[in-house]
C-alpha cells in the first residue's frame, strides 16, 4: 500500500509555513524593543521597553492560539479544510508582506500581526485533520509514521528559521528579516495550491445543532429546569440526543484537567520572548561561537525531539518497572513541577544579571533541558489524554480547546506585562521578582493539582 499523492504537498506546505511563522517570531520582541519602544537604548526607559514587547508579543500569540476554534467550524460547517486552508493562506502572506513594508509604523505593523496571527491560527485546526483525511480504511496503518514525518517537518522548520532569521536581522536589517518568512509562506501557499488535484476533500457537514456549543449554552440558560438530582446538562438531554449530552459531560471532565495548563503556557512561551531578552544581557559564548540572543531558541526542538523517545522508551517504562505507574494525571503534575525548576534557573540567572554579573548562557540552556522535559510531559500526554477521553463526537473540539489553554496562557502573561509597562499592580515585578513571581503562581497550581486529579474521573473512549 502506496501513501497518498498528497503527502509531499501538505508535509512541505507545513515545513515553509512554521519557517515563516517561527522566523519572524524569533526577532519580534527584541525588534519592537529596538525600533519601536526603546530605539535610544536609555537604560531608565528599558524595563518598559522590554514590558511592552513582551505584552504584544504574548497578546499576538493568544489570538494565534483563539482563531483555531474559528477555524475549525468555519472548515467543518461552512467551507471544508481546502478552502479554509487556501483563502487564510493569502490572508497570511498579506500580514508578512505588511511587516516587511511597514518596519517603522507601529500602527500598520501591528495589522500585519493581526493578519499573521488570523492566518496561523485558521491554519492550524485544519491542516493536521487534512493530513488525517487523506487516508482510508486501507491505509490507515501508515498515518501514525505519516504523523510522525509531519511534527517533524513543523521542528525542522521551525529550528531552520531560529537559526538562519536573526542572523538575517543582524547583518541585512528587519525589511529582510521579516521579508524571508513572508517569501516562505508564500512559497508554502504556492505548494499548497500545486496539490489541490490530489487532496480528499472531506465536504462540510453543515451546521449541526447537537454540539458542544448549543448544548453548553441550552444547560447554561435552562439550569432552573433541572429536576433533582439531575446534572446541569441533563436538563439539555429534553431538547438535545441524549447520547450527545453525555459526550459533551465527559468533554468537560478533560476540561477540568485542562483548568490547570494555561499558567504552565504563561511560563513556557516566555522562553521565545522574555528568555530572548535575558540572552542578550548574557555571555553568549558556546562551543567556540558567539550566538545571537534569538538563535538560542534552536535548542528547545532539538532537546523536545530527543526527549519524546527518551520518555516513551526509557523514562516510564523505568518507573512502571519499579512499580509507579505513570498515568497521564501523573506525568501533567510532574511536567507543572519541572517548569517550575526551569524557571529556577531563569530567576538564579536574572538575579545575577541584576546585581552586574554576565552569566554563561549555558545556563539558559540548562533551563531549556527542563523546559522540553515538561513540554513532553504536559502537552504530549494532554493531546494524548484529550483523545482518549473524548468521545469520537467530541475529539476535534477537544482539539481547538486544547489550543485555547495556550492562549489563555498567553493572555496571562501579557497583562501581566501590560500592568508593568503602566506602572499598575504588578509594576513592581521587575528583574528577578518577574520570574519568582510566575514560580510562586506554578506553585500554587501543582498545590491545587495534587488535591483535585486524583478525584479526577476517568474513562477511555479509544474503539476496538
Known amino acids: 500500500m502506496t501513501y497518498p499523492k498528497s503527502l509531499p504537498y501538505i508535509i512541505a506546505n507545513e515545513a515553509a509555513e512554521r519557517f515563516s511563522f517561527y522566523g519572524m517570531r524569533s526577532i519580534l520582541t527584541t525588534f519592537l524593543v529596538l525600533q519601536f519602544f526603546n530605539p535610544s537604548l536609555n537604560p531608565a526607559l528599558q524595563g518598559v521597553a522590554e514590558a511592552k514587547a513582551n505584552e504584544a508579543t504574548h497578546f499576538f500569540v493568544s489570538l494565534a492560539y483563539t482563531v483555531p476554534f474559528l477555524g475549525a467550524i468555519?472548515?467543518?460547517?461552512?467551507?471544508?479544510?481546502?478552502?479554509?486552508?487556501?483563502?487564510?493562506?493569502?490572508?497570511?502572506?498579506?500580514?508578512?508582506?505588511?511587516?516587511?513594508?511597514?518596519?517603522?509604523?507601529?500602527?500598520?505593523?501591528?495589522?500585519?500581526?493581526?493578519?499573521?496571527?488570523?492566518?496561523?491560527?485558521?491554519?492550524?485546526?485544519?491542516?493536521?485533520?487534512?493530513?488525517?483525511?487523506?487516508?482510508?480504511?486501507?491505509?490507515?496503518?501508515?498515518?501514525?509514521?505519516?504523523?510522525?514525518?509531519?511534527?517533524?517537518?513543523?521542528?525542522?522548520?521551525?529550528?531552520?528559521?531560529?537559526?538562519?532569521?536573526?542572523?538575517?536581522?543582524?547583518?541585512?536589517?528587519?525589511?529582510?528579516?521579516?521579508?524571508?518568512?513572508?517569501?516562505?509562506?508564500?512559497?508554502?501557499?504556492?505548494?499548497?495550491?500545486?496539490?489541490?488535484?490530489?487532496?480528499?476533500?472531506?465536504?462540510?457537514?453543515?451546521?449541526?445543532?447537537?454540539?458542544?456549543?448549543?448544548?453548553?449554552?441550552?444547560?447554561?440558560?435552562?439550569?432552573?429546569?433541572?429536576?433533582?438530582?439531575?446534572?446541569?446538562?441533563?436538563?439539555?438531554k429534553r431538547k438535545f440526543n441524549p447520547e450527545k449530552v453525555e459526550d459533551i459531560k465527559a468533554a468537560y471532565r478533560v476540561i477540568g484537567v485542562f483548568c490547570f495548563i494555561p499558567v504552565f503556557w504563561a511560563m513556557w512561551d516566555q522562553n521565545l520572548s522574555e528568555w530572548v531578552l535575558q540572552a542578550g544581557k548574557m555571555d553568549l559564548h558556546i562551543l567556540g561561537y558567539e550566538l545571537l540572543p534569538q538563535q538560542i531558541q534552536t535548542v528547545n526542538p532539538f532537546f523536545l525531539l530527543l526527549f519524546i523517545p527518551v520518555f516513551n522508551y526509557w523514562i516510564y517504562p523505568f518507573f512502571e518497572r519499579i512499580g509507579i505507574k505513570t498515568t497521564p494525571l501523573r506525568r501533567i503534575g510532574g511536567g507543572l513541577v519541572l517548569i517550575v525548576f526551569s524557571f529556577i534557573i531563569i530567576a538564579l540567572v536574572q538575579t545575577g544579571i541584576d546585581k552586574g554579573a554576565h552569566p554563561t548562557i549555558w545556563w539558559q540552556v540548562l533551563a531549556y533541558v527542563f523546559l522540553a522535559a515538561a513540554e513532553v510531559m504536559v502537552s504530549v500526554t494532554c493531546l494524548e489524554y484529550a483523545y482518549t477521553q473524548a468521545p469520537a463526537s467530541m475529539k476535534s473540539t477537544m482539539g481547538a480547546i486544547?489550543?485555547?489553554?495556550?492562549?489563555?496562557?498567553?493572555?496571562?502573561?501579557?497583562?501581566?506585562?501590560?500592568?508593568?509597562?503602566?506602572?499598575?499592580?504588578?509594576?513592581?515585578?521587575?528583574?528577578?521578582?518577574?520570574?519568582?513571581?510566575f514560580i510562586a503562581l506554578m506553585t500554587a497550581v501543582i498545590v491545587v493539582y495534587l488535591f483535585v486529579s486524583p478525584r479526577i474521573r476517568e474513562k477511555s473512549y479509544l474503539h476496538a
Not at 471544508?80 to 517603522?104: A, E, P, Q
Not at 538562519?164 to 505548494?191: D, K, S
Not at 489563555?408 to 520570574?435: E, K, M, P, W
Open 402 to 437: 486544547w489550543l485555547l489553554t495556550i492562549a489563555v496562557g498567553n493572555i496571562i502573561t501579557a497583562f501581566i506585562n501590560r500592568s508593568i509597562s503602566n506602572q499598575g499592580f504588578f509594576s513592581s515585578l521587575n528583574g528577578a521578582s518577574y520570574y519568582w513571581f
Open 74 to 236: 468555519m472548515a467543518d460547517w461552512f467551507f471544508g479544510k481546502y478552502r479554509v486552508i487556501l483563502w487564510i493562506s493569502i490572508l497570511y502572506c498579506v500580514g508578512h508582506l505588511l511587516l516587511s513594508m511597514f518596519d517603522t509604523d507601529l500602527d500598520m505593523f501591528r495589522l500585519g500581526l493581526i493578519l499573521i496571527a488570523v492566518g496561523a491560527g485558521g491554519i492550524k485546526s485544519c491542516v493536521s485533520a487534512n493530513v488525517g483525511d487523506q487516508f482510508n480504511a486501507e491505509n490507515k496503518h501508515l498515518l501514525s509514521r505519516v504523523y510522525s514525518w509531519f511534527y517533524f517537518s513543523i521542528n525542522a522548520g521551525s529550528a531552520l528559521s531560529t537559526l538562519l532569521i536573526p542572523i538575517v536581522y543582524e547583518y541585512y536589517g528587519a525589511q529582510w528579516a521579516f521579508g524571508i518568512p513572508g517569501v516562505l509562506m508564500a512559497v508554502a501557499t504556492l505548494i499548497f495550491y500545486m496539490g489541490r488535484k490530489s487532496y480528499v476533500r472531506v465536504p462540510p457537514t453543515g451546521v449541526k445543532r447537537d454540539n458542544f456549543v448549543f448544548i453548553s449554552f441550552y444547560a447554561l440558560f435552562n439550569f432552573h429546569k433541572r429536576e433533582k438530582g439531575e446534572a446541569l446538562l441533563d436538563v439539555a
